[in-house]
RNA sequence: UAGGAUGUGUUCAGGC
């Protein structure tokens, strides 16, 4: 069972669920272990209707789960149609006597914030007699993604410690609401407290710039993600086209862009959409020919990008005309 | 000693 059981993994590491699945199946005598292993597999691949019914299933064939099988069927609750199922675990839970165990409440508060019930999460936060820092910053993350930054940064100042996510979370949690001055005072508070940013920290506060489209504040903040070794990251050199194209500055986001070695999706869209949005929808679409010339998949949001340039430069035509080449070539339908 | 996980980040038009 053992080796099996290794395999089994190995291969769900490896994205062959098809391959786990059928290993999975020849294991002679499958344990708590087996089941879990191929149950987070399914969940790790996003696969979480496969991995609920799995879960089921094990316990049809009467294998009592533990607190690691309830951890990993948890992630296969990600969205309000799964609140059900989710509450189904969390009475699983209660009854198999796990309540008090910190890393399955954080699981709950995660899955309870992704299904959107907020009273739940923040009940079980509450009832949780031990809490860590992943804890706090689980409900007060879900405060941020609520729009009650208010509520949110009330528990970051309540926490006890605070590391480099808890941070992160409270900067990216104002500048998301277009908050750009209190997600910059907050990142230089945190310097003052010497928490060290990080590559996350630094798109954030970029984020937070574009927002209330600082140069001055921005340009700043480049230079020290340069010298903090972060220029090469790609959420990052796609946080800084964004800014510098918020910030009305087109050639030096282009410069940028050009120097960008590995443009994926995110790059192309933001700066065809500093174009369009600064009256160049023209450059904007000589930039999307550019992007389907080099084989890069457009997504929802050029097509949004494309359309806006059309409209800006009013070309009616070529509108109607990348409309249909959207649907038809690309696959992507107007929302 | 075989299996596990939980908190933060980049692009988002218009309409309603």
Redesign the pocket.
């Known amino acids: 069972?053992?080796?099996?059981?290794?395999l089994?993994?190995?291969y769900?590491?490896l994205g062959k669920l098809a391959e786990a699945q059928q290993l999975f199946a020849k294991i002679p005598s499958r344990?708590?272990?087996?089941?879990?292993?191929?149950i987070?597999?399914y969940?790790?691949q996003g696969c979480t209707e496969e991995a609920y019914a799995l879960f089921c299933k094990m316990q049809q064939e009467g294998v009592k789960?533990?607190?690691?099988?309830?951890?990993?069927v948890?992630?296969a609750c990600t969205n309000p149609k799964a609140l059900q199922r989710g509450k189904e675990i969390h009475a699983l839970i209660t009854k198999a006597g796990f309540e008090s165990?910190?890393?399955?409440?954080?699981?709950?508060?995660?899955?309870y914030?992704?299904c959107g019930s907020i009273p739940c999460a923040r009940q079980v936060f509450d009832k949780m007699p031990e809490k860590?820092?992943?804890?706090?910053?689980?409900?007060?993350?879900?405060y941020?993604?609520c729009g009650s930054v208010l509520e949110a940064h009330q528990i970051f100042a309540r926490m006890p410690k605070?590391?480099?996510?808890?941070?992160?979370?409270?900067?990216?949690?104002y500048?998301?609401l277009k908050r750009g001055e209190k997600a910059l005072e907050l990142f230089h508070q945190m310097e003052r407290e010497n928490a060290v940013p990080?590559?996350?920290?630094?798109?954030?506060a970029?984020?937070a710039c574009?927002?209330i489209a600082s140069l001055e504040k921005g340009k700043e903040i480049h230079s020290q993600v340069v010298k903090a070794g972060?220029g090469t990251?790609?959420?990052?050199?796609?946080?800084?086209?964004?800014?510098y194209?918020?910030c009305g500055k087109l050639a030096t986001a282009r410069e940028l862009f050009d120097r960008i070695v590995d443009r994926?999706?995110?790059?192309?869209?933001?700066?065809?959409?500093?174009y369009?949005?600064n009256k160049q929808g023209k450059e904007a679409l000589v930039l999307y020919e550019r992007m389907v010339t080099e084989g890069v998949k457009p997504?929802?949001?050029?097509?949004?990008?494309v359309?806006?340039a059309c409209?800006n430069e009013g070309l009616m035509e070529d509108r109607r005309r990348y409309f249909t080449s959207m649907r038809q070539d690309h696959g992507i339908k107007?929302?």
């Open positions: 069972v053992v080796s099996w059981t290794s089994v993994s190995l769900c590491k344990d708590v272990i087996s089941w879990t292993a191929m987070a597999g969940v790790h789960p533990d607190k690691v099988t309830l951890l990993s948890l992630g165990d910190v890393r399955l409440g954080n699981a709950l508060i995660s899955m914030a992704k860590d820092i992943i804890s706090w910053t689980a409900v007060m993350n879900l941020c993604k605070r590391d480099v996510v808890a941070w992160n979370a409270m900067i990216s949690g500048a998301r990080d590559s996350v920290t630094f798109t954030s970029l984020n574009a927002s972060f990251y790609s959420f990052v050199q796609n946080a800084l086209v964004d800014m194209t918020k994926d999706v995110v790059t192309w869209n933001a700066m065809i959409l500093g369009a949005q997504d929802r949001v050029t097509f949004i990008a359309l806006l409209r107007p929302t």
